[in-house]
């Protein structure tokens, strides 16, 4: 079983809707990462959050917001996305730096 | 500038074979990490390896060991007797001592029984 939980897995949306995606760490680590993965690429790094405080924002668009609420959750706020915005999200979270473990993702298509 | 490349698209073998899957990177910085990450069909990413640049003796774990060569800024896993359960798409990745990491393009091994 994965440390780190992704919720949902899978979501639709339309490209005028809100949504988020959640995610959740017990493993007391400093650090945690959202990532874009499109089919066959590599994880493309978009936020990173440490001790609670953005350090990394990829000069990802406004209609991806990041939120660290604690040091155990991040989530993603979407809105207003487009179709090229589907894939898969990954979170993960560190104590050491480049040693991730990340989540399952959440799957994502905007309609 | 960082960059990662794994020439290698897609490899297949026959189960019992060993495989090579080759890494370049290229960073300014004198103290930076490499990593090796296993993304099989179920999607989760796994971390396999951290290596530092100040730390280049070889490593092995079981079946998986990694040769680092600063002189040719490499840094490649050989799987020994691969197995069906090893194929999987297999990042390569560096950081330059910060929790910016970056992917390479991936090389997908396909172990076949």
């Known amino acids: 079983d994965t440390e780190v939980t992704q919720t949902p897995k899978h979501l639709v949306m339309g490209m005028t809707n809100k949504k988020s995606l959640k995610c959740e760490q017990h493993m007391g680590h400093r650090a945690m990462y959202w990532y874009k993965q499109k089919a066959k690429k590599p994880p493309e790094l978009m936020f990173v959050?440490?001790?609670?405080?953005?350090?990394i924002n990829e000069s990802v668009p406004s209609r991806f917001s990041p939120e660290c609420p604690n040091s155990s959750l991040l989530n993603l706020h979407l809105h207003a996305l487009q179709p090229e915005d589907s894939a898969l999200y990954l979170c993960a979270s560190s104590q050491v730096a480049g040693e991730l473990f990340f989540g399952e993702g959440s799957r994502l298509t905007v309609l | 500038a960082q960059k990662v490349t794994q020439a290698q698209t897609e490899i297949s073998v026959v189960e019992k074979e060993d495989v090579t899957l080759d890494c370049v990177y290229e960073?300014?910085?004198?103290?930076?990490?490499l990593f090796w990450y296993k993304q099989p069909p179920s999607g989760e990413l796994v971390f396999l390896i951290r290596r530092n640049s100040f730390d280049e003796q070889n490593e092995i774990s079981g079946r998986y060991s990694w040769n680092f060569q600063k002189s040719t800024s490499s840094f490649n896993f050989t799987i020994t007797a691969s197995q069906v359960v090893d194929s999987a798409v297999y990042f390569c990745?560096?950081?330059?001592?910060?929790?910016?990491?970056?992917f390479g393009t991936g090389t997908r091994l396909q172990v076949f029984p």
């Open positions: 960073t300014r910085d004198t103290t930076y990490y």
């Open positions: 959050y440490s001790y609670e405080k953005l350090s």
């Open positions: 990745a560096l950081s330059e001592d910060t929790d910016k990491l970056i």
